[in-house]
């Protein structure tokens, strides 16, 4: 349920071991940002972002990209780099003020054999006084031989999975109004998703109020098979509320609720009957998993950040999610920043996550049931708990000769996930590296 590369469940994807639900949801990232790309300008957000900079934070996105690293995208990291270095160049005559530039990399891998590496590139130009426009591009490059991958006797998994994202805002009569739309595909699964948000400032620019509503639909195929074609459908509202309490103190209050529609188990995953409930074991049969096709979410953060002194913040935050299969989560957020120098920072972060399981999960399925309606190997769907420690390093670099501003980020972070009642794995390690270099201009 991720840390913010922007992981807001701007699509579904169901498949062996993508990166767990917990790591997708449970930040409060998703909840408490924008849409991907979008950036609030309204001098009153102004003054919210000055202050959130003396406190660590920012109230916009540092980057319309998301994250990601390592040797595999090192090459692309730089040829990206400089394209962007050289777009800015050639735009200096034409567009002025408050553009950016950015390409990111995130790489993850863990011990269940999974590697994900995600680079991405995009572009946020203003237009006019009141008007910006973002528009980005990623791959998700994902391979894998876990757990459920090996029950299931198949081999490692590879797929890329590219997407592109474009967003518009506006500024008028002190709202600010956007609208995102995102096209996602692989070989076997189809996304578009389309965001309209709002913002409002209050108080004298002390308080901000968000509102966000959006649709998504996909497309469900499985490899090999031409005639599996299955649909699923998403509504999500969000609001947010933000206060600067002090000069020195910020509070953040955030709900979100969704409902799912449709095909929401994998085509790809099957749950073994008797035995010791694994297909490539003892199993007596196996059959094609079954999820309800209707999900309602529902999701509530409080965040808070205080600043101890000039140059360090505290922040505190916690998540509670339920939704209408049963399971329930909470989610802990503490993090510390320092501020080393005028161009220099350091944030250090630990998050704690712990779940209860789906109604219909079992570990074990005894025996066919007539009755049994809904049955899963989805470990995301049992009861886990999960801690995370990260710490990231931010610098500036002023670029005097283009009147720009470089700014630099690297986090690396460590998970350690353990299922309470999954059989054939009992815990995961996983570490994420996040790479981001962001041209203002």
């Known amino acids: 349920q991720g840390e913010g590369h922007q992981r807001s469940e701007s699509r579904f994807r169901k498949r062996f071991a993508r990166t767990p639900e917990v790591e997708r949801m449970s930040t409060g990232a998703g909840v408490l940002g924008v849409s991907v790309g979008v950036r ?36 692309l990291l730089l ?5 962007a270095v050289a777009v800015a160049f050639v735009s200096l005559n034409t567009v002025r003020a408050e553009e950016e530039f950015s390409f990111s990399t ?42 459920d991958i ?23 009569l002190g709202w600010t109004l956007g609208a995102s739309y995102y096209f996602s595909g692989e070989n076997d699964y189809l996304s578009n998703g389309l965001t309209l948000f709002s913002t409002q400032s209050a108080a004298g620019g002390s308080a901000t109020f968000e509102q966000s509503v959006s649709f998504l639909f996909d497309q469900v195929g499985r490899a090999g098979d031409p005639n599996f074609n299955e649909n699923v459908a998403m509504g999500t509202g969000r609001l947010v509320y933000s206060q600067a309490l002090t000069p020195d103190a910020i509070l953040q209050l955030a709900y979100e609720g969704s409902y799912r529609n449709g095909y929401q188990a994998s085509p790809y995953r099957f749950v073994g009957f008797g035995g010791d409930g694994l297909c490539n074991g003892t199993a007596v049969f196996c059959l094609s998993e079954s999820h309800p096709d209707t999900r309602f979410r529902n999701a509530a953060v409080i965040d808070s950040r205080i600043a101890l002194s000039e140059n360090t913040s505290l922040g505190l935050g916690y998540r509670f999610y339920i939704d209408s299969w049963g399971i329930m989560s909470h989610t802990g957020i503490l993090q510390a920043a320092w501020l080393v120098s005028d161009v220099t920072s350091l944030t250090l972060r630990y998050r704690f996550y712990t779940q209860g399981a789906a109604h219909f999960y079992q570990a074990r399925y005894l025996e066919a049931d007539a009755e049994l309606d809904y049955f899963t190997r989805d470990r995301e769907n049992g009861g ?3 801690n995370r420690l990260a710490i990231g390093y931010e610098r500036l670099f002023d670029l005097d000769r283009i009147d720009a501003v470089l700014r630099m980020a690297l986090a690396v972070g460590g998970t350690v996930l353990t299922y309470r009642d999954f059989v054939g794995l009992d815990e995961v390690y996983a570490i994420d590296t996040t790479l981001a270099f962001t041209l203002e201009l």
């Open 40 to 75: 609030m300008r309204s001098e009153p957000l102004l003054m919210m972002r000055h202050a959130g900079r003396r406190l660590g934070i920012g109230l916009r996105s540092l980057l319309i990209s998301v994250p990601c690293v390592l040797a595999p995208a090192l090459g």
């Open 384 to 386: 886990l708990y999960a």
């Open 79 to 83: 040829g990206g780099l400089l394209a």
């Open 150 to 172: 090996r029950t299931a006797a198949t081999g490692r998994i590879t797929e890329q999975r590219d997407q592109i994202t474009a967003a518009v805002t506006h500024e008028f």
């Open 106 to 147: 995130y790489y993850r891998g863990d011990t269940n054999s999974t590697v994900v590496v995600t680079p991405r590139i995009g572009a946020n130009l203003k237009i006019g006084s009141a008007t910006t426009v973002d528009a980005s591009y990623s791959a998700d490059i994902w391979s894998s031989a876990s757990i």
